[in-house]
């Protein structure tokens, strides 16, 4: 058995992928033919490129059901087959070899933060505690302030204008 023959499914996706891929200079070439002929029909090809991203590209609509089958693969099904096995890598005669191991993550309840921060420091641990502010926060912020003609000093903090292109449907 070869490794895509274990994963039928999983070798037609690959397929899908490496001929999309050889599409890419093809959409290039067409945007910049759009381009050529006006920004009405540039505007029609931003709305068929918005369609792609929706289908194809974001996250939440296609991406986040292979993700989640992967994570379950990766940290429940491969892990619970090796331990039953009894062991701890499978080497494959392709020149792979899947191993499992544990890894801790921890993260402070959001409800608990100054007390896990004291905890931290009564166990010589406060080395860890960093303070950080958040980014869309900040940037709701800087926009407030350009509203009324002040910015964020430069030499402390990076500000970018970022043009944005958007798609709304019209009944």
Known sequence: MSILSALPTGSLIIQHVR???????????????????????????????????????????????????????????MPEACEQAGLENVPLSEGYRVGTSTTIRASIRPDMKQEAFVWLMEHQNGDVIQETVNASTLSALARELREVNVDLPEDLFN?????NTSVTKIK
């Open 159 to 163: 500000v970018a204008d970022v043009n």
């Open 19 to 77: 001929a999309i891929e050889a599409l890419l200079p093809q959409l290039t070439q067409d945007i910049a033919a759009a381009q050529k002929a006006g920004v009405v029909t540039l505007a029609r090809a931003f709305v068929v490129m918005h369609r792609l991203n929706e289908r194809m590209l974001s996250e939440e609509r296609a991406f986040k059901p292979f993700r989640e089958a992967y994570r379950t693969f990766k940290e429940l099904t």
